[in-house]
């Protein structure tokens, strides 16, 4: 196996094509996931930088999204730690794991379907929203206030994912395509530290994955935000991942960049042989 | 032995029967539930109606008497025969298997996909509808029920009995319409659980519950499949109606029994059917045994709420009951 | 082309969300307020004010009150009588116990004493979900009509265990007990009324009412992006029990005069609560007022063209009454989901395009 994430230091690296990433942001150690007798994440260990794009892919079931849910707080791992921002993190619920300043997108989209749009977007920013019921009941004051300011952030992510037009529209009756796009505006809005997407690129065809891609290419670069996603498609994986880790039946099996990984021979056996798409 | 401990063990004994009756009404839920996820609130309400409808048929009661006889200001109320209860028997089942195709024609057929609370409520508006219906049909009054089963105390286990207390000792008093409905339960749990664990409709029954699309992609009609087990829920319910009416009259509170059964079910899990057993044994003999021993303490009758509570704390701890699925959520 | 959104531009945030954006709309509420205010305690009588308004306003308070539960936040309650109960016995225990209290405080405490009942009652919703959670709301209700039957302080230890209002009066009219008039009792239930229905819409509009939908429609994704599930479906049971406490407060004091918990809080006090919000439409307040008036008027129909009219014995008239409801919630929950809520929008939206079709 090769593993080339000593090459990196602690400190931050610089990508090929030049861009500046940071030091390490969040650190999986050790990481075992148990349910009942299935075994799906086994002694799992890897870092995430700041400010790069980390890809994990492999085949269906290698425990990937699993891996996220630990991520996100919604599993806890029987062994091993996560460590965030230099320190170990403890068991938390999902809620204190996005009041960090983690959030995701979901591989079968989780929308609220009773609501609009703006409301599913607005509720991205509901870690950050913190007036009390009296102040709510009066609504004028302090609870109006934060209502428009909070609103006028979600525009901008509005503005910036170009779903102006269906923002009244319930999410329910919005095409596939859409709704993922409302999704990722969701988590933009909560303006994350660490922005997790389970397969933002599943069900889409060229031009919405090229569209997705440039979102997810632009979030980086105009917010800075560390991205972790998972992804089948290989073309997209190469195009927008600084590094890559490689997993399959709930182990390690590659991790570096890209180029690297592909050339990995264990890599190529579990996963690229087969023929996918 | 003292006597308060001879009465504790009579009290047992009659919080096991009442047990088995509650589980006669709890199973119908959990037939309806395991074949098509829809709790069905509107079980016990069934059990009424059977019952109404099979004094009504026995009695040669006419129809909507009431209703014909306001609007048209007539004074009619029976048609002067009499049929004999196993014939009026078998025509109620007609009945209620009418009754199962219009319920599935008319309103479960176009809430396929709904979530299960909008089913729930659902089933609430259909028990409304039906006790209605029922009443106008055949008339609110208390009605007897008596298709010649024996009722009674049960001298042979007077005697049998006598002997375990001291002088002035009757023995312990066990009504034997009881005993039948016991007996009755426990053979329909074991045929229902045989029925849906071996034959081949009760096999299409599980795999409906399981899944509908798949079950529709093997070639079981969804719909034969819902009026079959709403006929047999109906057919629970006439049994239910017909022991707990000829044990207190046929009235309103008989649909009340299934406000009862639901603790039996949540203690039992809801796809369990001998957990339905076993639930309504725990929480006729748990009832009876508080009210008697604690009830006294703070107020008496404990028993209008201690199978709820009873049930409630269970939950919090095993929220699928004893013998439930286990519920698991995905992401 | 009366009712037009045309040349209405919101330009500020607020007036976005503001509760009636179209200008016809907002002025048939200002005219509607007017009437219910500045009309109606002139013309009111007592038998209107008993058969319909006093019973639509304050069984308003409480649809909205579980609107907010069942409806918003998606936690299915069968325990609402049993809490209208508690706002009951609070108010009656308050009045008895602080008579020169003005019984304008004793509603909004015994609103806030059944709001600490419900946050308790309201614990299981935790662990317990979908209708596992409607039946141990059961147990809630089974247990506060037990307790408010058998623990004599209730109600003061009188022998016939009914607890009775004694008079109270606000601003010098009585609003309670044998002398109260009726535009006295309508308009003081008419203020909660609208306050509760303020207050309701805000909570609703702004982060809170995102909270309990987000739990509502999915609620461990509403956990992973930062929702506390504890905090969300305990605020939604307080603040739901809040509102139900007052109506039943009021129902008590201001309504009936004096109640017996068994008959007046039962099982079927609180399925009628939820056919209003059904048929009234889950997750919309004016749904609450429709429900509300529907099952109200509903009856007083029947009764006045069937027994009254064609004559007809009143316990068949009040069979056909429960068969018909039965009948409309199956009729809504297949047709409308969202209930005459919806309808309404749905009219209001024909209303926009008319005189043109589409």
């Not at chain 1, 999204?65 to 938390?92: C, D, T």
């Not at chain 3, 003005?102 to 600490?116: D, E, K, S």
């Not at chain 3, 601003?171 to 009324?193: D, K, M």
């Amino acid at each position: 196996m090769s593993d080339n994430s000593q090459d990196i230091s602690q400190g931050g690296y610089t990508t090929i094509d030049g861009r500046k990433i940071g030091g390490v942001m969040m650190e999986m150690k050790n990481i075992t996931l148990r349910f009942g007798g299935v075994v799906a994440i086994s002694d799992i260990s890897f870092n995430i930088h700041e400010g790069e794009i980390r890809a994990i892919i492999g085949p269906n079931g290698a425990g990937k999204s699993s891996m996220l849910n630990v991520i996100s707080g919604f599993y806890n791992p029987q062994e091993g730690e996560v460590w965030f921002h230099g320190a170990k993190r403890p068991p938390m619920r999902p809620y204190q794991v996005a009041e960090q300043g983690i959030a995701r997108t979901f591989q079968n989209i989780a929308l609220f379907e009773g609501m609009s749009v703006l409301d599913n977007v607005m509720t991205g920013r509901l870690t950050q929203m913190k007036s009390g019921m009296f102040a709510q009941a009066l609504w004028k004051g302090k609870a109006e206030k934060e209502e428009n300011e909070n609103r006028e952030i979600v525009e901008k992510i509005i503005d910036f994912l170009e779903i102006q037009a269906i923002r009244k529209t319930p999410v329910a009756r919005l095409p596939y395509g859409l709704k993922k796009r409302v999704e990722l505006a969701r988590a933009l809005a909560a303006e994350p530290k660490l922005l997790l997407l389970d397969e933002p690129m599943a069900g889409m065809n060229v031009e919405e994955k090229e569209d997705m891609s440039r979102f997810i290419l632009d979030v980086n670069d105009e917010f800075g935000t560390t991205i972790a996603l998972i992804e089948h498609d290989m073309g997209v994986v190469m195009d927008l991942s600084d590094r890559v880790v490689v997993m399959d039946y709930g182990r390690k099996i590659g991790d570096g960049t890209p180029a690297e990984v592909l050339a990995n021979q264990d890599v190529i056996d579990a996963y690229l042989g087969v023929s996918h798409d | 032995m003292s006597d308060t401990f001879l009465y504790g063990i009579e009290v047992v004994m009659n919080g096991l029967m009442t047990g088995v009756l509650y589980a006669l009404v709890a199973l119908g839920f959990v037939l309806i539930y395991k074949a098509s996820g829809i709790f069905n609130y509107a079980q016990g309400v069934m059990a009424l109606f059977a019952a109404l409808t099979l004094v009504g048929i026995m009695e040669g009661q006419v129809p909507f008497s009431h209703l014909i006889n306001a609007i048209f200001g007539t004074n009619i109320h029976h048609f002067g025969w009499e049929v004999p209860a196993v014939l009026a028997i078998f025509l109620t089942m007609g009945v209620m298997v009418l009754f199962a195709y219009l319920v599935q024609r008319f309103v479960f057929r176009h809430l396929v996909g709904q979530e299960p609370i909008i089913l729930f409520m659902a089933t609430i508006g259909l028990a409304y509808f039906l006790e209605g219906f029922g009443d106008l049909m055949w008339g609110s009054e208390i009605k007897k029920l008596d298709i010649g089963l024996v009722q009674g105390a049960s001298l042979w286990f007077e005697d049998l009995t006598s002997g375990l207390g001291g002088d002035g000792f009757y023995g312990f008093y066990i009504d034997v319409l009881d005993v039948t409905a016991a007996v009755v339960a426990i053979v329909l749990v074991v045929s229902l659980t045989l029925f849906s664990q071996y034959s081949k409709q009760g096999r299409a029954m599980r795999a409906v519950a399981d899944d509908h699309q798949a079950a529709l992609s093997v070639g079981i009609s969804l719909n034969f499949i819902w009026i079959l087990v709403w006929s047999i829920a109906g057919f629970v319910a006439l049994v239910a109606g017909i022991m707990w009416g000829a044990k207190s009259g046929v009235q309103f509170s008989l649909s009340l029994i299934a406000l009862k059964a639901l603790p039996v079910l949540m203690l039992g899990g809801f796809t369990s059917i001998p957990g339905a057993i076993v639930g309504g044994l725990i929480i006729g003999v748990g009832e009876k045994l508080f009210e008697f021993l604690i009830g006294p303490m703070i107020g008496g009758a404990t028993e209008a709420w201690f199978a709820y509570v009873l049930a409630l704390i269970f939950l919090v701890f095993r929220p699928q009951g004893l013998f439930g699925d286990k519920i698991i959520e995905r992401v | 082309m009366f009712y037009r959104e045309a040349g209405d531009f919101k330009t500020t945030y607020a007036d976005d969300t503001q509760t009636f954006p179209i200008k016809f709309d907002r002025y048939r509420y200002y005219v509607v307020l007017a009437f219910a205010f500045g009309v109606i305690p002139f013309i009111i009588n007592d038998y209107w004010a008993n058969a319909v308004l006093l019973p639509f306003l304050i069984y308003a308070i409480a649809a909205i009150g579980l609107n907010i539960l069942v409806g918003y936040a998606g936690q299915v309650s069968l325990g609402s009588g049993g809490f209208m109960a508690v706002g009951a016995y609070s108010t009656y225990k308050l009045m008895t116990s602080f008579p020169d209290v003005n019984i304008f405080f004793h509603v909004i405490i015994a609103g806030g004493i059944t709001a600490i009942v419900g946050v308790l009652f309201g614990l299981p919703s935790l662990r317990i979900k979908g209708f596992y959670l409607a039946v141990s709301t059961l147990a809630a209700q089974f247990f506060l009509v037990w307790l408010f039957n058998r623990v004599p302080w209730f109600y003061n230890y009188s022998a016939s265990g009914q607890i009775s209002s004694p008079e109270r009066t606000v601003f010098g009219y009585a609003v309670t007990g044998a002398n109260a008039e009726s535009w006295v009792a309508y308009l003081f239930c008419l203020v909660f009324v609208t306050i509760s229905a303020i207050i309701a819409r805000n909570l609703t509009r702004g982060a809170s009412g995102r909270r309990w939908m987000a739990i509502r429609d999915m609620d461990i994704a509403a956990e992973i992006i930062g929702v506390n599930p504890l905090k969300a479906k305990l605020t939604a049971f307080a603040v739901s029990s809040f509102f139900i406490g007052i109506a039943g407060a009021l129902f008590f004091a201001v309504y009936l005069g004096s109640a017996e918990v068994g008959d007046t809080f039962g099982t079927t006090k609180s399925f009628l609560l939820l056919f209003m919000v059904i048929i009234g439409g889950l997750g919309s307040i004016f749904g609450s007022f429709a429900g509300a008036a529907f099952l109200v008027v509903l009856p007083v129909l029947l009764k006045n063209v069937l027994v009254a009219g064609l004559g007809w014995p009143t316990d068949t008239a009040a069979h056909l009454e429960i068969l018909i409801i039965g009948a409309l919630i199956i009729t809504f929950l297949i047709a409308e989901p969202h209930g005459l809520a919806q309808l309404w929008r749905v009219a209001k939206e024909k209303l926009r395009l008319w005189p043109f079709p589409h």
